[in-house]
């Protein structure tokens, strides 16, 4: 996937766009050769204040698959391991749990689920946040998918 060089460009800088509680780049976040990632932009409701506008699911050549999204980011995190909770012929839903935080408003959350499904036929997602203790949030979007090839 030749076009997937400006997605992966676009992923390696999206922390500068992504975290709705601080605008600041990752320290040493870089998306390795071989990577497939999962972009996804979502639309999120204005009633919203934790969750993501968009995120990266990435597999390494190993298997190993981690999140990195506005969260991450703002509480300067190194993308956090994820488990596959359901994979079928219709979806994947991908689960992560950022370490307990305090939020925009010095809010503090024990931990705040993350539950991402992707529909396989047309890369649709629908993403559940929960924040321990708060009220859940929800939002939904589109993925791309490729390999980091640079």
Not at 102 to 111: G, S
Not at 127 to 134: A, D, E, F, K
Request: glycine share 8%; with cysteine; charged share 20%.
């Amino acid at each position: 996937m030749n076009y997937f060089n400006s997605l992966a460009l676009a992923a390696m800088g999206f922390s500068l766009i992504a975290a709705p509680l601080a605008a600041k780049e990752a320290k040493g976040f870089t998306i390795p050769k071989g990577t497939l990632v999962l972009l996804c932009d979502l639309a999120v409701p204005e009633a919203n204040g934790t969750t993501p506008p968009k995120l990266l699911v990435m597999t390494d050549k190993a298997g190993k698959i981690t999140a990195y999204d506005g969260l991450i980011a703002a509480h300067d995190l190194a993308p956090l391991p994820v488990t596959v909770m359901t994979d079928n012929d219709r979806r994947t839903t991908y689960g992560w749990t950022i370490p307990g935080h305090n939020d925009d408003l010095n809010q503090y959350a024990n931990a705040t689920k993350m539950r991402l499904t992707v529909q396989k036929a047309d890369l649709s997602a629908l993403l559940v946040v929960t924040p321990v203790g708060y009220r859940t949030e929800s939002a939904r979007g589109n993925c791309e998918r490729g390999v980091v090839n640079k």
